[in-house]
């Protein structure tokens, strides 16, 4: 079963999952995607790859409303469906957590034409229904994955070093390195170590600090009945205050009302997707 809609925002939407990949086409240029602790900015004929569990709202205003197309999909749709090995690949887009596509101007316009007919589709009932869905969401895949460069990873010179060290301070959250500090650790200049740092997990240092201790209160008010100002310190912050503003933007909801979100849906997804360093 495909599923989807138009759709237009003029709020924050709330946060949310669903157990169903989704495939998002942006038709204006206004509006924000929020997936796995980063914001996305819309722009007409962008593409986001959302993979099931995964949190994430988009974001509009009034004067600025986000509009967009989505398509709600099973991998498995595409075994008995579509070019031969169409469902390896859409199953590798998303193992690969490649989130976000601009694929150039040209293709940006035949994802918006796409994009209408689909909405065209999901109004209307008739027995090819579903097949034409199918086919305009085949040709989107292709498109996301033809913008994508999917080659093997170029080696970087710094690659194993970063890691060593974004390994590390996931497990030192209390008393982490300074940037002076984790450069030097990584045999870098600080100047390089921060473009360094940035280019390999998509993140400043302090960023990837910050979503490491955001990251580590999600398990706790997942997994235990502490309370959230005890999460707070155990997650290595010092002021509730900031930890509670940081909590509410990477999640859009309260440290309280994820604790209720996710006992509510089962056991713990991890959301922020930070110690995998990008491509």
């Not at 040209?106 to 689909?118: F, H, I, N, P």
């Not at 398990?219 to 509410?248: I, N, P, S, Y």
């Amino acid at each position: 079963m495909l599923l989807g809609a138009e759709a237009q925002t003029e709020r924050t939407n709330p946060a949310h999952a669903h157990n169903l990949h989704e495939l998002v086409i942006c038709l204006s240029g206004r509006g924000e995607q929020h997936i796995a602790g980063c914001v996305h900015p819309f722009a007409p004929g962008k593409l986001f790859l959302l993979p099931e569990h995964s949190v994430h709202w988009v974001a509009g205003t009034p004067r600025h409303p986000a509009r967009l197309v989505y398509v709600c999909f099973d991998t498995r749709h595409f075994a008995h469906a579509g070019p031969p090995g169409m469902q390896e690949r859409v199953q590798r887009l998303i193992r690969e957590e490649r989130f976000v596509c601009d694929p150039g101007p040209e293709a940006r316009r035949r994802c918006v034409e796409l994009a209408a007919r689909l909405s065209e589709e999901f109004k209307r009932e008739h027995e090819l229904r579903q097949e034409l869905v199918h086919c305009h969401l085949t040709e989107l895949l292709v498109i996301y994955q033809r913008g994508l460069d999917l080659r093997e990873p170029r080696a970087h010179p710094y690659r194993s070093a970063i890691e060593k060290l974004a390994a590390n301070l996931a497990e030192d959250l209390d008393d982490p390195p300074s940037l002076p500090q984790a450069a030097k650790q990584a045999g870098m200049s600080r100047a390089l170590f921060a473009r360094v740092f940035k280019e390999l997990t998509g993140h400043t240092y302090v960023e990837h600090l910050q979503l490491a201790r955001i990251q580590r209160a999600c398990e706790l008010l997942a997994e235990t009945e502490r309370a959230v100002t005890a999460v707070a310190l155990d997650a290595g912050f010092k002021h509730f205050g900031h930890f509670h503003a940081l909590f509410k933007r990477q999640l859009n909801m309260t440290p309280r009302a994820y604790r209720q979100w996710v006992r509510q849906r089962g056991p713990f997804v991890p959301i922020l997707k930070i110690r995998s360093l990008n491509s």
